[in-house]
């Protein structure tokens, strides 16, 4: 039985009657704080033309991140390749690497994180946006950061300086590439739970051992609300669930309060649509949720949990960490 490393991934959320720059702030407070909890990595995710989520510019609160902690490990949940040039993420992270050397996680997607529209704003032309071009951006990006195809363009910073790289996913298609290419990989069953499994049996069955690792090492990001009650756990999720749900409908809005969530009419299929959303996820008492966890550790098999909580007020997403860190980590382990 071994112990498993807990991280971290933060949306910025902005809260309702609230702007970007309180979210900023209370994602660095969270930082900091986790940081002294003992969490092993903290992630920021990218989004864009999304009300309810500051972390649209991820290599810049990385900086910020990271010169405002000093040991945990900080990184991108991640930079979604198709909406940059490999050679504009290679000078990025190869930046952060330098400013903080082994620190610095690159977390890598293949979806753009927002509508066709705003990729096309982002991108400002059609080619590479498509899942058939990423295989050989990624392959760009690798050589920026090695030189092991020599050329005429060298990104500096970026070679000799390469982050930890990790291959994102919420289907098989990452699975396999991650494996094939011998890299870590996290999964998102915050968001994609029926897919965990398959995907996770498909980057094993895949893995390839690389100069990066010999062995497979899967992460998997799950939804985490700790309270000292089920009842305010639940209470605690109402604003995320209502926030997925109109992201969903096309209505994409600030996080709604506690309150506001509690008294959303929600018809009987939008109530099964959260349920779903909510299965196999981590929410409830301390006891609750290291039972969840523990759920989900016997399941995957992963090598280490990345936990996303999403609630209003920034009291609650720390404390929801604290219990996490002070009552359940100590009793959370999988076979190895």
Same mark, same amino acid.
């Given at each position: 039985m071994i112990d498993v490393p807990l991280s971290v991934l933060d949306l910025a959320p902005v809260a309702a009657g609230t702007t970007a720059g309180p979210a900023l702030r209370h994602t660095t407070e969270l930082a900091r704080r986790t940081e002294e909890l003992g969490y092993h990595r903290f992630w920021v995710a990218e989004h864009h033309n999304m009300p309810a989520i500051a972390s649209s510019a991820p290599a810049v609160l990385i900086a910020h991140l990271a010169a405002a902690t000093s040991t945990i490990r900080v990184g991108s949940g991640g930079v979604m390749l198709p909406n940059h040039a490999p050679l504009v993420v290679a000078e990025q992270f190869g930046t952060l690497e330098a400013l903080h050397p082994g620190r610095i996680d690159l977390g890598i997607g293949r979806a753009p994180g927002t509508d066709q529209a705003t990729a096309l704003a982002l991108r400002r032309t059609v080619e590479g946006l498509s899942a058939e071009g990423f295989p050989q951006e990624l392959a760009d990006l690798f050589n920026y950061f090695t030189g092991d195809r020599p050329g005429p363009i060298v990104a500096t910073p970026g070679r000799g300086d390469r982050p930890a790289i990790w291959l994102l996913g919420s289907s098989g298609f990452s699975a396999r590439l991650a494996g094939l290419l011998g890299l870590p990989f996290s999964f998102a069953h915050h968001f994609s739970a029926a897919n965990t499994l398959p995907a996770l049996a498909l980057y094993r069955e895949s893995f390839?051992?690389?100069?990066?690792?010999?062995?497979?090492?899967?992460?998997?990001?799950?939804?985490?609300?700790?309270?000292?009650?089920?009842?305010?756990?639940?209470?605690?999720?109402?604003?995320?669930?209502?926030?997925? &749900?109109? &992201?969903?409908?096309?209505?994409?809005?600030? &996080?709604?309060?506690?309150?506001?969530?509690?008294?959303?009419?929600?018809?009987? &299929?939008?109530?099964?649509?959260?349920?779903?959303?909510?299965?196999?996820q981590a929410m409830g008492s301390p006891e609750t949720v290291r039972r969840q966890l523990t759920d989900l550790l016997a399941r995957t098999g992963a090598d280490e949990l990345m936990l996303t909580t999403l609630v209003y007020d920034i009291a609650d997403r720390v404390r929801s960490y604290e219990l996490i860190a002070e009552k359940v980590v100590g009793g959370l382990r999988r076979e190895h």
């Open positions: 390839r051992p690389s100069q990066w690792l010999d062995q497979p090492y899967a992460m998997v990001a799950v939804n985490a609300v700790c309270a000292e009650d089920d009842a305010r756990a639940e209470w605690l999720a109402g604003p995320a669930s209502l926030s997925f &749900l109109r &992201l969903r409908g096309g209505r994409p809005e600030p &996080l709604a309060t506690p309150e506001e969530a509690a008294a959303y009419p929600y018809t009987e &299929l939008e109530r099964q649509f959260v349920a779903e959303r909510r299965e196999g």
